[in-house]
């Protein structure tokens, strides 16, 4: 139970956090991701299932961006080689600890054009995914000590913020402006926003 709290409640709330303070940031992607909630949804739902998130395909890719430039634990859990090896000409002796710094590779300007934009379009034909098969995006790490936690997590961010979405429109507090939005982190192996984000909830439905 420990495991699940520490691994996954935080992990889960930072992600969904984080989306929210992007899409506050961001009036345009806020917008289309509104729209297609709120017509894919229809009106007056009284609750979303799992069978919703099928049809929405703009707010997945949200997520996606959201966990490329916001993972909860940047440099993964740390790893040991098991015998001597060769990585880009370095020697790797036996028994070393490698920690990999999955938040540089997911900002790195060789692979992703304007990396510090939060731009979920840029998913629209790629076949990149986060659930560690592509390397250049490993929110939830690759191999052996991938995530265990995947599909629950998964699935905590995606209702979550849907219903977020759904049944509220936000606002910032009177008097901010998103040059107001504090963008801080902080943490140790799990890394979350410094500063909560203060928001104005006006309930829909
Ligand atoms: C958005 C949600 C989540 C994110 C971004 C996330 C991310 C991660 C990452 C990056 C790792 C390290 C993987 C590696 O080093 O390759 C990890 C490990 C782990 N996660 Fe998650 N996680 C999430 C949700 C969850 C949930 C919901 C659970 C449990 C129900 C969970 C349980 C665990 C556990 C137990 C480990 C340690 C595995 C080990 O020791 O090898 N996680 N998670």
Redesign the pocket.
């Known amino acids: 139970m420990i495991?699940?709290f520490l691994?996954?409640v935080n992990?889960?709330a930072t992600?969904i956090l984080w989306a929210m303070t992007e899409l506050i940031r961001n009036t345009s992607v806020m917008k289309k991701v509104q729209d297609e909630v709120r017509t894919v949804l229809g009106e007056n739902r009284e609750k979303i299932t799992e069978q919703d998130l099928n049809q929405l395909n703009y707010f997945k890719l949200v997520i996606k961006e959201t966990f490329r430039l916001h993972?909860?634990?940047p440099l993964?859990?740390p790893r040991e080689t098991m015998s001597p090896i060769k990585i880009q000409g370095y020697d790797i002796p036996k028994e070393t600890q490698i920690m990999i710094n999955v938040y540089a590779i997911a900002r790195d300007p060789k692979l992703w054009e304007n990396p510090d934009d939060f731009k979920p379009e840029r998913f629209v034909d790629s076949s990149v995914d986060y659930r560690g098969l592509n390397f250049e995006l490993l929110?939830?790490?690759?191999?052996r000590?991938?995530?265990?936690?995947?599909t629950?997590?998964i699935a905590?961010?995606e209702l979550g913020l849907l219903n977020l979405l759904y049944f509220f429109d936000w606002a910032l507090p009177e008097g901010t402006t998103v040059k107001d939005v504090d963008m801080e982190e902080e943490g140790a192996v799990i890394i979350g926003k410094k500063v909560p984000l203060e928001l104005v909830p006006i309930r829909r439905y």
């Open positions: 495991d699940i691994a996954g992990t889960s992600t993972p909860t634990a993964l859990l929110p939830f790490g690759s191999g000590r991938i995530c265990p936690g995947m629950m997590g905590m961010v």
